[in-house]
C-alpha cells in the first residue's frame, strides 16, 4: 500500500473515533450534535476505501467507483475545513479559537482533502519518475491574476493602518476600533502590534501577497540567494502549497459568497448588520474593501496555485 493509502486509513480511523466522540459527548460541530455522526460516517466509509486504494496502487490507479469514493469524501472535507485559515491567524496572534472541537475538525478535514485526493493519483512505478522541472514563472495570464490578487488588498491594508494610526475610516477612528477589539478579545500580542501603527490582519495579508508571487516567480521552486544558506536549494512542494491551499479554499468561497451578499444589501433586497460601524452606509462600505479583497485574492491564489502545481511536476 501506498503512503496517501495507509493516510486514508489513518484518517478514517481518526474521523470514526472523533466524530463518536462529540457526538456522544453532546459536543456541537457547526453548531448542532449531528454533524458528529456524519463525520464518523466518512470515517468509517473512508477505511475500507483506503484499503482499497493501497491495493488498486499495484495496478497503478484506482478505477473509477473507488474514484468517485474517494472525491465523495474529498469534497464534503473540503467544506468542513472552512475556517483552518482564521483558526492558524488567531493561533499566529496569539487569541484562541472560536471552538477547539471546530478547529480540530478544520484541520483533520484539510489533512482528509489532500490525502484523499492523494489517494487518486497515478503512481509511476519507483525508478520511473521524472527529474524534478527547471524553475520558470507562471504565464503572463497567471501573473496577470496575481498582480489584481495584490492590488485588491491594497485598500484593505491602508484602511487597516488607518485605524492602527489612530485615522478614521468609514465613521470610526483608530481608538474606537481598539476599544472594539479589546472587547472582542484581541490578544496582547495583537494590542501591541497597533500600539506600533501594525494591524496584524494587514501584516498577514503582506504574507499572503508575498506567498502568492513565490508561486509564480522561479524564486518560488529554488530558494534565492537572500535566504543565505538554503541558496540554490529546492523549495519543497509542500512549503509553499500547504498555505496556498489552505489560503484559497478558505478565502476565495468566503470572499466570492460574501460579494454575493453585499450585493443582495446594495441593491436593497436584504439589510446589512451594521456591528460595531454608525451606519448601513458605512458598514457596507468596509465589508465591500474586505470582500473585495478576499474575493480578488483568493481566486487568485488558486489559479497560481494550480500553475504552481502543473509547473513543478503536478
Known amino acids: 500500500m501506498t503512503r496517501n493509502a495507509w493516510g486514508v486509513v489513518g484518517w478514517g480511523v481518526a474521523c470514526a473515533g472523533f466524530g463518536t466522540g462529540c ?32 491495493v488498486a496502487s499495484a495496478r497503478g490507479r484506482p478505477g473509477p467507483g473507488l474514484r468517485a469514493v474517494l ?49 487518486t493519483r497515478v503512481r509511476p512505478p519507483a525508478g520511473h519518475r521524472a527529474p524534478a522541472p ?45 476599544v472594539t477589539n479589546e472587547r472582542n478579545g484581541a490578544s496582547g500580542l495583537w494590542l501591541t502590534l497597533e500600539d506600533w501603527g501594525i494591524d496584524a490582519t494587514a501584516l498577514m495579508a503582506a504574507l499572503g501577497v508575498f506567498l502568492l508571487w513565490g508561486l509564480v516567480r522561479p524564486w518560488g521552486q529554488v530558494f534565492p540567494r537572500w535566504t543565505l544558506v538554503l541558496s540554490g536549494r529546492r523549495v519543497p512542494r509542500w512549503l509553499p502549497l500547504t498555505p496556498a491551499l ?45 470582500m473585495s479583497a478576499f474575493a480578488v485574492y483568493g481566486v ?10 502543473r509547473r513543478t511536476g503536478g
Open 246 to 290: 489552505i489560503g484559497a479554499g478558505t478565502l476565495a468561497p468566503y470572499g466570492l459568497l460574501g460579494v454575493g451578499y453585499l450585493s443582495l444589501c446594495t441593491v436593497g433586497v436584504t439589510t446589512i448588520r451594521t456591528g460595531d460601524l454608525p451606519t448601513p452606509d458605512d458598514a457596507l462600505m468596509v465589508g465591500w474593501v474586505g
Open 134 to 178: 527547471a524553475p520558470s514563472e507562471a504565464p503572463a495570464a497567471v501573473q496577470l491574476a496575481a498582480w489584481a490578487g495584490t492590488l485588491a488588498f491594497v485598500p484593505y491594508v491602508v484602511m487597516k493602518l488607518d485605524w492602527a494610526f489612530g485615522g478614521s475610516f468609514a465613521g470610526i477612528d483608530g481608538a474606537r476600533m481598539r
Open 71 to 119: 472525491w465523495g469524501l474529498a469534497g464534503p472535507a473540503a467544506v468542513a475545513a472552512w475556517g483552518l485559515l482564521m483558526d492558524v491567524l488567531m493561533l499566529l496572534t496569539g487569541e484562541a479559537v472560536d471552538s477547539g472541537p471546530g478547529a480540530v475538525l478544520h484541520a483533520l478535514s484539510a489533512v482528509g482533502v489532500v490525502l484523499l485526493v492523494g489517494a
Open 23 to 54: 457526538a456522544l459527548s453532546g459536543t456541537e460541530l457547526f453548531g448542532a450534535v449531528w454533524p458528529g455522526w456524519a463525520v464518523a460516517g466518512a470515517g468509517v466509509v473512508a477505511v475500507p476505501a483506503g484499503v482499497a486504494a493501497g
Open 300 to 309: 487568485a491564489l488558486a489559479v497560481a496555485v494550480r500553475s504552481y502545481w
